[in-house]
Each structure stands twice: as C-alpha cells, then as structure tokens.
C-alpha cells in the first residue's frame, strides 16, 4: 500500500510539471507567431531608416527614421520627455492614439478640448502598468533626440484596460521622439 501511495504522489508530481510547461506554450507559440508576423510586415512593407535594432528573442524591432547623435542616454530614474503616435499593427495606417495635438485633430476622433495634448513626462523605469511594456524595452537603446519606429508583440503591449481604442494584448507600432532626458538631479 505504502508503494502504490507512492507511485501516486509521483505519478501527481510529473503531471503537475507537464501543466505547468503546456500552460507556458501558448505564451511562446503566440510571440513566435507575434514575431514572425513582425518580420513578415517589415519585409513587405520597407520604409526608410537610418538603422535598425532586431531583439529576436523578445520580438521587438526599432528603427531610426533620423539620429540625432546627441549621446545622451537615459537611466534608469531619469524624467523622459517624449512624443508618440500609436497604431495597431493590423490596421497600420489608422492612428489609436498620440501625444501630438495635430495627429489628434487630423484623426477627429481622437481630439477632444477636454484632453491636453502635449509630450510625455514620465520616469524611466516606472511605467509599470502606465505605459507599454516595450517603451522599457525601446528607451535604453534611443538618445535624446532621436525618431524612432518600434514594433512591439503582443506580449509588449497594451495591457492597460483604461485605453479602449488600444485592446489588450494587441500588436503595436508606436513612433517615438525622445525631445529631452532630465536627470534624476534635474527632475527632484
């Protein structure tokens, strides 16, 4: 009796292992999926830029559309103050969302008087839930000044319920401008 409750608590062990690893595939199929779509858009669709970042394990693409050489990089605790224009990767050429007071009133339904336009001000390193897991991916890698267009998987995405136009888990592509880093001193 004593081996059959063994061979239980074993046979128990082993199957708990295999649902934690089936619960984990859907992650890694889905941004191998999200990643291949990437690819497959970027190829069909060239743009210009300047240079390019490619992180294939995590499935993130950024590209500069203009430089700026400044050299100034963000740190962590730093204030960003940047612009953006946010769009669902499946439909590209519709805007979800901007910082820009022209993209809004050219894009009606995004302009209200009610909402302020204008950059961003947030502290590297603190977005969690605030903004796109991939802005704490994309702003190590850009300088102050810089345009970028980053493609960010699903996984990177809005998870944020509070933006309805953006859903959850979708593919983005955001255009950043980074205007100004302040540093920890600059910003307290």
């Given at each position: 009796?004593?081996?059959?409750?063994?061979?239980?608590?074993?046979?128990m062990?082993?199957?708990?292992?295999?649902?934690?690893?089936?619960?984990?595939?859907?992650l890694?199929?889905e941004?191998?999926?999200?990643?291949?779509?990437?690819?497959?858009?970027?190829?069909?669709?060239?743009?210009?830029?300047?240079?390019?970042?490619?992180?294939?394990?995590?499935?993130v693409?950024?590209?500069?559309?203009?430089?700026a050489?400044?050299?100034?990089?963000?740190?962590?605790?730093?204030?960003?103050?940047?612009?953006?224009?946010?769009?669902?990767?499946?439909?590209?050429?519709?805007?979800?969302?901007?910082?820009?007071?022209?993209?809004?009133?050219?894009?009606?339904?995004?302009?209200?008087?009610?909402?302020?336009?204008g950059?961003?001000?947030?502290?590297f390193?603190?977005?969690?839930?605030?903004?796109?897991?991939?802005?704490?991916?994309?702003?190590?890698?850009?300088?102050?000044?810089?345009?970028?267009?980053?493609?960010?998987?699903?996984?990177?995405?809005?998870?944020?319920?509070?933006?309805?136009?953006?859903?959850?888990?979708?593919?983005?592509?955001?255009?950043?401008?980074?205007?100004?880093?302040?540093g920890?001193?600059?910003?307290?």
């Amino acid at each position: 009796m004593k081996n059959l409750c063994l061979g239980f608590l074993l046979l128990m062990i082993l199957f708990s292992g295999c649902e934690t690893e089936n619960n984990q595939a859907p992650l890694d199929i889905e941004l191998q999926r999200d990643i291949q779509r990437i690819n497959n858009y970027i190829r069909n669709n060239p743009f210009p830029f300047e240079k390019e970042y490619n992180n294939p394990t995590l499935g993130v693409r950024v590209f500069w559309t203009e430089v700026a050489g400044s050299g100034k990089k963000p740190n962590f605790g730093d204030t960003l103050i940047f612009d953006y224009v946010a769009r669902r990767f499946d439909e590209p050429d519709w805007v979800l969302d901007t910082s820009k007071k022209s993209v809004a009133e050219y894009w009606s339904f995004l302009f209200s008087d009610k909402h302020v336009f204008g950059p961003v001000e947030y502290i590297f390193g603190s977005s969690l839930g605030k903004l796109a897991d991939g802005f704490e991916i994309v702003f190590p890698i850009i300088e102050e000044g810089d345009k970028v267009t980053a493609f960010f998987p699903s996984r990177y995405g809005n998870k944020n319920p509070a933006y309805p136009r953006i859903p959850g888990n979708s593919l983005l592509i955001f255009d950043l401008e980074l205007l100004e880093i302040k540093g920890k001193a600059e910003s307290d």
